[in-house]
């Protein structure tokens, strides 16, 4: 088993910046591919950004690409999702998400085996 615990969340302004950290414990071992995914009130779950285990390899939606940025430190266990120039469309609950896939599409949530419970990030306009 892989636990999961997100921080970082809050309620911030349209242009301000936040930092997810995902902290992961347990059966660290099995993690290869991280991500985020996010769910606004009354719509479906969303992808993100992913990250293979090196690094090297990212995803992001195209509505966050350039704004937002993933990161790792395997050391640490935790991955990060810096957040900068926020929208309100922005606003959801933002989960961490960790798979043994190492080739294999990032944006399907169908292919991690372990969410976390979500931080809430409220932009307001």
């Known amino acids: 088993q892989v636990q999961l615990v997100e921080t970082g969340g809050g309620l911030v302004q349209a242009g301000d910046s936040l930092r997810l950290s995902c902290a992961a414990s347990g059966r660290t071992s099995s993690i290869y591919t991280m991500g985020w995914f996010r769910q606004a009130p009354g719509k479906d779950r969303e992808f993100v950004a992913g990250?293979?285990?090196?690094?090297?390899?990212?995803d992001y939606a195209d509505s966050v690409k350039g704004r937002f940025t993933i990161s790792r430190d395997n050391a640490k266990n935790t991955m990060y999702l810096q957040m900068n120039s926020l929208k309100p469309e922005d606003t959801a609950a933002y989960y961490c998400?960790?798979?043994?896939?190492?080739?294999?599409?990032?944006?399907?949530?169908?292919?991690?085996?372990?969410w976390g419970q979500g931080t809430q990030v409220t932009v307001s306009s």
């Open positions: 990250i293979s285990w090196s690094g090297d390899s990212t």
């Open positions: 998400v960790v798979g043994s896939f190492r080739v294999g599409n990032m944006r399907y949530g169908g292919n991690y085996s372990y």
